[in-house]
């Protein structure tokens, strides 16, 4: 598995897992910044959220599909009394989700359709009905038509994204009807980044504002398609299953991902989406067909001597598909999708609506997979800034009411938000700082030149085994060289023996053995001995004269010095300024060349004798036996008749020589 890439039991968009790695400190911790303590003792969650800017009553006038009538041109639509709710426009008392609207210009196939202006932001917190101004409903705040996702991002994403850098769990997500525009929200494009990558770019920002602090970033990117989770970073990781342990809920087997820059977590993003599930539906061209879950994992410690622990926390952003009714014309798969986007929806509202009643019951957050890994966020484990997109058009008005009602249930939902931190070693960002450590140690003695992982004890021990060893060595080495300058001696003393048995020192047709043949197995030696025949032949062939050489070695004690002479007398043919030397001498004359006094025999001389002396008794054991049998065939053939065919095979030396004798 690649280093930077993860797929843990533990990892869990929204889970805030509390396992026992961590510890959940108060809101008020040391670690947090004064303001962002200052910001969470506030009564209320809107009170740390910026007041915007540009969003008076009727902003809406400005919309470039507005229409020529103007948005008072159509008779307002009276609602129930008792269906408008007239929100405080003070903060309610205690934490609460943090609730945004945002408003869509009209579009074209609404300005087309000669839609009015239903609703609008009357001011930066109401939304007001165009029709029946009584009915408005007030938020943390209101963002109109032409606000930017830059200035939206700064009040409902930016503070949760701070709160998560110091260790505080955050979600932001986008509610509303299918193209009210919350992947416009969340995504954005090119020239108007959403909430996640204007929240990448700050987290990075962050982090080079925090010299005092390290940081880890992990990101995890999943979405919810039919109630089916499945992995968009892994397009293998499909219908993942939601665990559940004493901790809390966790998504099995999800992978998670290293990242070092914004482009870096962007690219994640970009390569995510081409697994999203996209489809058209007559509102929208690509409509979103999940909601999808962008879930960075923090870790961070302070730097150098001033270690604390660790501090964990999870930011998700999530985009939410859109809620569809009956106008939304669809049919086969989008309208299954459509049935499971609304359930899950449903069951979003219903746990809403429980959670903002504050009464200790059932909250049926298993009722859908969204819940299920909502629970933990909507349970109060972190902050939560909610952004409802809405349209302001006259032919949607039911709709987007109904998102008002939500967010406003929505807004009454308390949560407690804490800061996290890890007090064990578990965490990936200090087991990176061990191994980093470790491997700055390496590196420290391969600079020295010394053993890694070594004490100095072992150290010294080593050392002495290495002089100890160095000793040894050495006087094995010294041995060695001896046994090599022995052996180095003998094979020069072989080879030179070889030579002299050769024709080193004959000239023309008896010095043209190939000079590998002058080294040196026993083997070769004996290929040797027939050669010194072969020689012996040809030189009986060139002295016919000679005596019997064979018959004088066999009957002679003393043949030794005679074969010495045959050597020499053969020899002194051809170096005649050698005939000089006595017989003892001889031989020595010719392995070296040079004379030697009488009675001075070198080691050489005697080797190369010895060899000769095996040579010769060879050669006359062989000829005995022929003789043997030819004196043996000579009383059975004594007219001789067979000899000379006996004689066929016998080496030449021998036929000479008995052919000296015998004739
Ligand atoms: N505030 C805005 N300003 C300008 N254009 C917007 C705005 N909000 C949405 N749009 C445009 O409206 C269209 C639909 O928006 P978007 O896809 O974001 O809707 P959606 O809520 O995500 O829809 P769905 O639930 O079907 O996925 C897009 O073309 C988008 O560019």
Redesign the pocket.
């Known amino acids: 598995m690649d280093s930077s890439s993860y797929r843990t039991r533990s990892s869990s968009p929204l889970s805030y897992r509390k396992s026992s790695s961590f510890s959940s400190t108060s809101s008020t911790s040391s670690f947090m910044s004064n303001k962002l303590t200052h910001q969470m003792s506030l009564s209320s969650a809107s009170s740390y959220f910026n007041s915007g800017s540009e969003y008076g009553s009727r902003s809406m006038s400005d919309s470039v599909h507005y229409g020529s009538q103007g948005y008072n041109a159509r008779t307002p639509v009276a609602y129930p009394s008792d269906e408008v709710i007239g929100e405080p426009l003070d903060t309610p008392s205690g934490d609460s989700i943090s609730v945004t609207i945002?408003?869509?210009?009209l579009?074209e196939r609404e300005f087309l359709r000669g839609d009015e202006i239903a609703w609008y932001a009357d001011d930066d917190k109401i939304v007001r009905n165009e029709y029946n101004p009584a009915t408005a409903y007030a938020f943390d705040k209101v963002f109109g038509?032409?606000?930017t996702?830059q200035a939206v991002y700064e009040v409902a994403a930016r503070p949760v994204v701070k709160a998560a850098m110091e260790g505080v769990n955050g979600t932001v997500f986008?509610y509303?009807?299918?193209?009210?525009?919350?992947?416009?929200?969340?995504?954005g494009?090119q020239n108007?980044p959403g909430i996640i990558p204007l929240a990448i770019k700050d987290v990075f920002s962050i982090i080079q504002d925090s010299p005092g602090r390290e940081f880890l970033l992990r990101v995890s990117y999943i979405e919810i398609y039919n109630e089916v989770i499945n992995d968009l970073l892994d397009p293998t990781g499909q219908n993942l299953r939601v665990r559940e342990d004493a901790q809390g809920t966790y998504i099995e087997g999800i992978k998670e991902e290293v990242v070092l820059s914004p482009g870096h977590a962007l690219s994640f993003i970009a390569a995510g989406e081409e697994h999203r599930h996209?489809g058209s539906?007559n509102?929208?061209?690509?409509?979103?067909?999940s909601h999808t879950i962008f879930t960075l994992m923090i870790e961070s410690s302070a730097r150098g001597d001033e270690y604390d622990g660790v501090v964990f926390s999870q930011l998700n952003l999530i985009?939410?598909?859109?809620?569809e009714s009956s106008k939304t014309d669809t049919t086969g798969i989008r309208r299954k999708e459509g049935s499971f986007i609304n359930k899950s929806l449903l069951t979003l509202g219903t746990v809403i609506g429980k959670l903002s009643e504050g009464k200790a019951c059932h909250i049926p957050y298993r009722d859908s997979k969204l819940t299920r890994l909502l629970q933990s966020s909507l349970s109060g484990h972190g902050l939560v800034s909610l952004i409802c997109?809405v349209t302001p058009a006259s032919s949607n008005m039911e709709e987007t009411h109904n998102t008002l009602k939500f967010a406003s249930r929505a807004k009454r939902v308390e949560i407690y938000a804490s800061r996290n931190k890890i007090i064990d070693e578990k965490s990936l960002i200090k087991k990176y700082q061990r191994e980093i450590s470790v491997l700055k140690e390496e590196l420290d003695h391969l600079r020295k030149g010394m053993v890694v992982g070594v004490n100095h004890e072992e150290l010294l021990s080593l050392r002495q085994q290495l002089e100890e060893g160095q000793v040894k060595m050495q006087s094995r080495l010294e041995e060695e060289e001896e046994a090599k300058a022995a052996l180095m001696s003998r094979i020069q003393r072989l080879t030179k023996l070889i030579l002299v048995s050769t024709k080193s020192t004959v000239p023309g047709g008896l010095s043209d053995l190939p000079s590998h043949q002058r080294s040196h197995s026993v083997g070769e030696e004996d290929k040797l001995d027939l050669r010194v025949g072969d020689a012996l032949l040809i030189d009986d062939e060139n002295q016919k004269n000679s005596p019997s050489l064979i018959s004088a070695l066999v009957t002679d004690p003393c043949y030794e010095f005679k074969h010495r002479r045959s050597f020499s007398r053969r020899n002194d043919e051809f170096t005649p300024s050698n005939r000089t030397f006595t017989e003892s001498t001889q031989a020595g004359e010719l392995i070296s060349g040079s004379k030697l006094p009488a009675g001075r025999m070198t080691s050489d001389q005697m080797d190369l004798l010895v060899e000769q002396v095996k040579m010769l008794a060879g050669e006359i054991a062989f000829s005995s036996s022929t003789l043997k049998r030819l004196v043996d065939q000579s009383v059975n053939d004594p007219d001789g008749s067979k000899t000379q065919d006996l004689l066929v095979g016998i080496p030449r030396v021998t036929y000479f020589s008995l052919e000296k004798r015998t004739g």
Request: net charge positive; no cysteine.
């Open positions: 945002r408003f869509r210009p579009n038509p032409h606000a996702s986008a509303g009807v299918t193209s009210s525009g919350k992947t416009h929200t969340m995504h494009d108007a996209v539906n509102f929208n061209l690509f409509s979103s067909r985009d939410l598909a859109g809620s997109t």
